[in-house]
């Protein structure tokens, strides 16, 4: 029977209007509501399914970051996780760090099915799947839409920009999740309850003996520009010069 | 646009972390709960709120539910959200883990009913009626029962109902006609009709448990001679599985101002099978044991109403634009201001605010003496938490549920004609308010529970639970530099309702007309001192915060609270005068004068 590892990140809540710090170092995470990231969620949610179908004994969440983290872990918890792994690590790691560390953390759980989100809403990276994929030699497939395991064969549907793509690959495989993927489950009260009593392992950054430290520089956040104010046009002619003198897009 | 809504998690979070943290560390320490757990499962019991009952609350006020050979359907939506509800084990929050519950605090269920409310009052009635239930039969029944009904009703998979109004008997149940005549097997038949039952019948849960208030044939006469019965729908074996239909039926179902999408049932008993529930003729103790809870919980219906209210026409007046600021335009780049500049529009905005900020503070605490009471092992100590909820229960469903009322009427002003018409659900706002006034006890009626019974119980001693406690805490501030713009109208208020109280005691001892002429006045005086006594707390918990406020959140608590200090409170000073005036220019208007004006 397998193991499915699950990585969860802590990001602010996606209702949350950002706000940048007037220091421009980086955006306001203080007193601000911060929630498991989207995606991550259906990963959770199809694990659970996968473990409720029969084809898996166990579903591991690791989150790796700052102390808060062990939130979100109980966050998958809750959803109806068996274990979890907190990884205590400085705030910003990249996409790098993160693979590299996730892969300490496959050799020592064995899972047969990494399951994470397509990306992070608050950095947008989209790297970390498919970095670990090449660190630990296994197949991928990113932006899961659908998911069909029979044996050690894994059946997914692909949201690509064409359209979708169907590919069928072999187990052991790291996959990330697309939002369309399926609809993550509320946390149940019972649940929340006994999320309190699953084990969280804690292990940090260094005990695994992964460098985090930053290769990319971060000079400066600010806000994007306000966009202008829109113009009404006349008629399609009028619209089609302005596109092609004005806005240069056509 | 439609009604706006969102949890208000950071206020709750504020009472649980700042404001009732100095008492409820005894319940956490008493149960496997900490308070990150409590934050926890409001922030999920707000997704189900705001993504699966708000999306259907006004489409289900359009769509009504439906009668058609005995059975109520509910509208689109509502079974969907009913099983979600009731498979994450929500109906079971503060029901013993015996039966299958999560035996939480109650405060903390207060909380979760204040969000149901606010995002569909209507179907929060469901699960409501059936927490009634489960308390009813836990306090009251054999174990037998207990175990038969309780771990089904814990679950939802069955609901419960409330029958205790007759045609001919509505605030007097005294007047009770519906009959049960025992039987050999210890069982009884019921035969009557109940009127305006909640939720009596519907197509959400499998079987519905109806608690229904009886008289057997030789009981004494009036409310001395009521018995309270279990009678279920179907009759379960004893095993838990549904056996036959009981004998009654939904006779019709009314159509109403407001909450159009909870049925209120006509009931039909007819030899319908039924157990006793308690002593025979001690029903109206029985459901006096649940009535704390469930007026309290009518009085969160009015809070979470009044909340809706608010965030509605707060979006609105930002977004809406009309006329200018008399004090120079806001916003040049427009063709006007949003309405959020003109005074009266801030000013009813605040009121909305402020009470409903304030009311949620008294409801927690008083939520949170519920709770210290029944662990408490100190005999002063869990008897000062009783007499405090059972002081504060009348003036928490009265007053609460006005302002659900006033709030509601507000944000239709805010919205003007567009709250008048039936696009942003802003008017169903009002209808679906207007109940609480009415329903678990008239406010009338909780006004004259407070003069008649509170006042004088035990010699005024749950008097003394809020006196001696605003007292104290007065010696204890009156020189508190911070609360100089608070403490001075607090004790003004305050020697207001102590100087009102003697005056009522007083003449209610020579003419109970007196009293219970001044009891609705007396109740909303208690209820604005109390909750300048709660404003008054918020604002020193907040000036010791300052230092680290990022959002400006304890600042604008002192500036609210400022508000309701000056702009609310003062209305103490009117309520006096006119109880001081005496009831003799109503109680003894002449009966003739009524109708002389049209009268041919
Ligand atoms: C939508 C809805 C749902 C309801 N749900 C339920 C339910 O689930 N179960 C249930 O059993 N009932 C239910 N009720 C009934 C409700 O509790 C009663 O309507 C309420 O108790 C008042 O009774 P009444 O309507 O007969 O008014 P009345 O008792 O006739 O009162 C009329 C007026 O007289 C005043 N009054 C009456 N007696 C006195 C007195 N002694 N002193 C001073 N003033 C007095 C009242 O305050 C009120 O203003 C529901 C009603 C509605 C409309």
Redesign the interface.
């Known amino acids: 029977m397998m193991k499915i590892l699950v990585a969860v990140k802590r990001v602010i809540d996606y209702?949350v209007q950002i706000r940048v710090k007037s220091d421009g170092s980086g955006v306001?995470t203080?007193?601000v509501?911060m929630s498991m990231n989207p995606p991550d969620e259906n990963a959770v949610e199809e694990a659970l399914r996968i473990k409720e179908s029969g084809k898996a004994e166990e579903v591991i969440v690791l989150s790796i970051g700052n102390e808060k983290s062990q939130?979100t872990i109980?966050?998958g918890l809750?959803m109806g996780a068996d274990k979890g792994i907190f990884v205590k690590a400085n705030d910003n790691c990249e996409p790098l760090s993160i693979a590299k560390i996730m892969k300490k953390i496959i050799e020592k759980e064995k899972p047969q099915i990494v399951l994470m989100g397509k990306q992070a809403i608050d950095d947008d990276c989209n790297q970390t799947g498919q970095m670990l994929s090449a660190l630990v030699e296994w197949p991928q497939a990113t932006f899961a839409s659908k998911l069909e395991i029979k044996d050690s064969t894994l059946f997914v549907t692909r949201e690509i920009d064409e359209g979708l793509e169907k590919i069928e690959i072999n187990l052991p495989a790291v996959i990330t999740c697309d939002l369309r993927l399926n609809e993550p489950r509320?946390?149940?009260?019972?649940?929340?309850?006994k999320a309190?009593k699953k084990p969280i392992e804690t292990l940090s950054a260094e005990d695994l003996e992964i460098d985090t430290s930053p290769r990319i520089k971060l000079i400066k956040v600010e806000e994007p520009s306000k966009r202008k104010k829109g113009i009404m046009v006349n008629n399609v002619s009028e619209l089609v010069q302005k596109l092609k003198h004005e806005a240069k897009v056509i | 646009m439609v009604q706006i809504y969102k949890a208000p998690l950071k206020d709750m979070k504020f009472l649980i972390r700042d404001f009732i943290n100095s008492e409820s560390n005894k319940i956490y320490k008493n149960s496997n709960i900490e308070q990150n757990d409590l934050e926890m499962i409001l922030d999920e019991a707000a997704k189900l709120c705001e993504e699966i009952l708000l999306p259907i609350n006004q489409s289900g006020d359009i769509e009504g539910c439906k009668l058609e050979h005995g059975i109520v359907s509910t509208p689109k939506g509502f079974k969907e959200a009913y099983k979600n509800f009731t498979e994450n084990g929500w109906q079971g929050v503060s029901v013993n883990e015996k039966y299958g519950g999560q035996n939480l605090p109650y405060f903390l269920n207060m909380f979760l009913d204040e969000m149901i409310s606010s995002s569909n009052m209507s179907f929060g009635l469901y699960p409501g009626l059936t927490s009634n239930a489960i308390e009813a039969i836990e306090k009251n029944a054999s174990e037998d029962i207990k175990n038969l009904y309780l771990p089904k009703l814990a679950s939802g998979e069955w609901s419960g109902t409330m029958n205790l109004t007759e045609p001919q008997c509505g605030t007097d149940l005294g007047l009770t006609k519906t009959m049960a005549t025992p039987q050999k097997d210890g069982s009884y038949k019921l035969t009557g009709t109940k009127i305006f039952i909640t939720c009596g019948e519907h197509d959400l849960s499998k079987n519905i448990i109806h608690l229904v208030l009886a008289k057997t044939p030789n009981a004494p006469k009036g409310i001395k001679g009521i018995s309270l019965f279990i009678v279920p729908k179907i009759i379960p074996n004893s095993d838990g599985t549904l056996g036959e239909n009981n004998s009654l039926e939904c006779g019709s179902i009314e159509k109403k101002m407001g909450i159009n999408a909870s049925p209120t049932c006509v009931m039909h008993y007819n030899e319908a099978t039924g157990w006793l529930i308690g002593d025979l003729n001690k029903g109206m103790k029985a459901m006096f044991i649940m009535m704390n809870g469930a007026r309290l919980m009518v009085g969160v219906q009015g809070l979470g109403m009044a909340e809706i209210a608010y965030q509605s026409a707060l979006h609105y007046a930002k977004e809406r634009l009309q006329g200018r600021s008399l004090n120079g335009s806001k916003s040049l780049d427009k063709q006007a201001d949003p309405i959020l500049v003109h005074p009266e529009i801030r000013k009813n905005l605040l009121k909305i605010k402020t009470l409903t900020e304030g009311l949620r503070g008294l409801m927690a605490w008083t939520g949170l003496q519920v709770d210290i009471a029944k662990i408490e092992k100190d005999k002063f100590n869990k008897q000062n938490a009783d007499d405090w909820v059972s002081l504060m229960t009348p003036i928490i469903k009265s007053f609460a549920t006005d302002v659900g009322c006033e709030a509601t009427n507000l944000a239709v002003q805010i919205y003007g004609g567009h709250g008048y018409i039936k696009d942003h659900g802003i008017e169903q706002l009002v209808r679906d308010a207007r109940i609480a006034p009415i329903y678990e006890g008239t406010n009338g009626i909780q006004a004259l529970d407070l003069v008649g019974r509170k006042m004088p119980m035990h010699t005024g001693r749950l008097l003394k639970s809020f006196f001696h406690e605003v007292k104290e805490y007065i010696e204890k501030n009156s020189f508190n530099y911070n609360l100089k713009d608070f403490m001075p109208l607090l004790i003004k208020s305050y020697t207001r309702l102590q100087q009102v109280t003697a005056f009522i005691a007083a003449e209610g001892l020579k003419d109970p007309d007196e009293a219970a002429g001044a009891a609705v006045d007396y109740l909303k005086m208690f209820a604005l001192v109390s909750i300048g006594y709660v404003w008054t707390k918020y604002a020193e918990i907040s000036f010791n915060k300052l230092n680290n406020d990022p959002e400006g959140f304890y600042k604008a608590k002192i500036e609210s609270g400022k508000y309701y200090m000056t702009k609310l409170l003062p209305e103490t000073g009117s309520l006096m005068s006119s109880i001081l005036s005496g009831a003799k220019s109503y109680n003894k208007y002449n009966d003739e004068y009524f109708d002389l004006g049209f009268k041919i």
């Open positions: 209702n306001e203080e007193n509501k939130e109980r966050t809750a509320y946390a149940s009260l019972p649940n929340i309850m309190k």
